[in-house]
């Protein structure tokens, strides 16, 4: 049985790899049992399905978003827990972006990963930040406020990812600071809501 999860781990981190090379599109499970140096058959009786292929793909990629908020140190401070957690979702967007896309995104025609599998990858990324709100919002708003906050985060990324690799715009003095321009977005997301 060992094995077998160790098989599955690999054909998870190959389809990683895949994402990362040829974007959520060129998820196929010939290309995925090629890069884990198997067949078609290993990747299918593991997962039963390019679904399951695609859903366990899914719930790697919000574990690994999970591990990086998990590596992010609480000060108990909600603004700056708030700030830390925001750049940590940033530097993870960028760091792949074709991954960011097939969790964010509807990248992969008719892949739903259906809301069971939706709702534990929120409840293990999405509730940390709910819980860092918590710290400064009553506890009936600090989910709606969180929320309020990753809209902000995502847009804002999501809007980057979408011009950071094209040819710079005459006198776009924005994608010379990114990274100062998004915190200030969640700085005026958090005035707007009056989150002290």
Do not use: C
Not at 47 to 67: C, E, N, P, V
Request: glycine letters at 8%; hydrophobic letters at 45%; charged letters at 20%.
């Amino acid at each position: 049985m060992a094995d077998s999860e160790d098989m599955r781990d690999q054909f998870i981190e190959a389809a990683l790899r895949v994402v990362s090379a040829h974007g959520p599109a060129g998820l196929t499970v010939r290309r995925v049992a090629e890069e884990a140096g198997s067949s078609t058959m290993g990747v299918y009786s593991r997962f039963g399905s390019r679904t399951g292929m695609l859903q366990a793909l899914y719930g790697r990629a919000f574990d690994m978003l999970r591990d990086d908020f998990a590596a992010v140190p609480a000060t108990g401070e909600a603004l700056k827990d708030v700030r830390t957690l925001a750049l940590a979702y940033r530097t993870f967007a960028l760091r792949s972006p074709t991954r960011y896309a097939f969790m964010f995104e509807q990248a992969v025609p008719g892949f739903d990963p259906g809301p069971d599998l939706r709702a534990q990858a929120l409840e293990s990324t999405f509730g940390v930040l709910v819980a860092a709100v918590a710290q400064t919002a009553p506890p009936a708003s600090a989910e709606r406020n969180a929320y309020l906050v990753w809209t902000a985060m995502h847009g804002m990324v999501s809007i980057e990812l979408t011009h950071r690799d094209r040819t710079e715009l005459p006198g776009w003095t924005i994608a010379a600071d990114w990274e100062g321009v998004y915190l200030d977005g969640v700085h005026a997301v958090w005035n707007g809501l009056g989150l002290a």
